[in-house]
């Protein structure tokens, strides 16, 4: 499994930048950042170097994070995936292209896709001294009309993107992602009720066009949940110093909620169930509440069972169990 925390060589490009940095000025433009995703915006308010550099701070280890933990899922249950060439939609600063480097040894080709300058430019910084990502081509241009011209690749990654975009759009990109996927397409969101809401109208619409779900779901049938619950995950990462001033954070670690969908050309054979909660552990059974091929389930696994009991003590949310 491929660590959640930044590479190293990451950190150290990150640190580099660093220098000379007003943390407290990052702050400031972090925080105006995050209030204008939160309320719906895009970013279209990182217009600087010093924006694009604050707001990779305050979110890049999250979304890496998250990228990280969906990529791990979709190895676990396609451990022979094995793709050479990466399409980043909507890439910023390369979180979604680091994180899949370090999780596929075997790309070598990597597009990244964007129209933000400033986080692009701030990519390019970021991986200049980097042995494998040196090379990469980053086109400038709207999701939609770079997509058009980019060629297709092994695995398509659009992370924290479509929620910048309307209903009507999100379905027209999703149809223009998949026809730009030879394998797999992976998509991650806020692990918010309305980013879940588009990761499943993304996977209802895509399936209908015949693609197969890798991960998280263990099946290809509508989602079993209904409202108000919704399927997403958390990741822990641990902050470091830079992070916690940027964000201006007590707590040395961060518990990143998200909510994503691998989907394949080719039908996925064999699909573990998923952990959707943190189970309950007491003293008499095990709780937890599962995705299964058959539906919503929850599970319980009595202490009298040592075995089975001793592996389900060990269950955490977001794992894929038989």
């Known amino acids: 499994m491929t660590s959640p925390e930044l590479p190293a060589e990451l950190k150290a490009a990150l640190d580099g930048k660093l220098r000379g940095f007003s943390r407290t000025d990052a702050a400031g433009r972090s925080a105006a950042i995050s209030k204008t995703y939160r309320d719906g915006g895009g970013s279209t308010t990182i217009r600087s170097g010093t924006d694009a550099l604050a707001y990779a701070l305050a979110r890049m280890p999250a979304t890496y994070a998250a990228v990280t933990a969906s990529l791990n899922a979709l190895a676990e249950n396609r451990p022979d995936f094995a793709p050479g060439s990466l399409l980043d939609v909507g890439a910023g600063p390369g979180t979604a292209t680091w994180s899949a480097a370090e999780a596929f040894r075997s790309l070598t080709d990597f597009t990244l896709l964007d129209a933000n300058d400033a986080l692009r430019t701030l990519a390019l910084d970021l991986v200049r001294d980097s042995t494998r990502l040196r090379g990469i081509a980053y086109e400038r241009g709207e999701a939609r009309a770079a997509l058009v011209k980019a060629d297709a690749a092994d695995l398509v990654v659009a992370s924290y993107m479509i929620g910048e975009i309307g209903d009507a759009e999100q379905r027209a990109l ?3 992602m998949w026809q730009k996927t030879h394998d797999t397409l992976l998509v991650v969101e806020p692990g918010t009720p ?9 996977r209802a619409h895509l399936i209908a066009l015949g693609a197969h779900v ?6 290809d049938s509508q989602c079993p949940l209904q409202a108000p619950d919704w399927c997403h995950f958390t990741q822990r990462l641990q ?14 670690y961060e518990d990143e909620k998200f909510a994503y969908v691998a989907l394949t ?3 996925v054979v064999r699909r573990a169930s998923r952990v959707l909660a943190q189970p309950v552990v007491s003293k008499v059974d095990v709780t937890a509440k ?5 539906g919503l389930a929850f599970r ?19 794992d894929a169990i038989t």
């Open 194 to 202: 309305a980013g879940y809401a588009r990761i499943i109208a993304l």
């Open 300 to 318: 319980k696994v009595p202490r009298r069972a040592k075995a089975d009991y001793a592996s389900a003590r060990r269950w955490r949310w977001g």
């Open 239 to 252: 902050r470091s110093r830079a992070h916690k001033q940027v964000k201006g954070a007590a707590l040395p």
């Open 265 to 267: 050309r080719a039908a």
């Open 290 to 294: 599962l995705c299964t091929p058959d």
């Open 214 to 219: 890798a991960a998280p779901c263990p099946h």
């Open 174 to 176: 999703a149809e223009l």
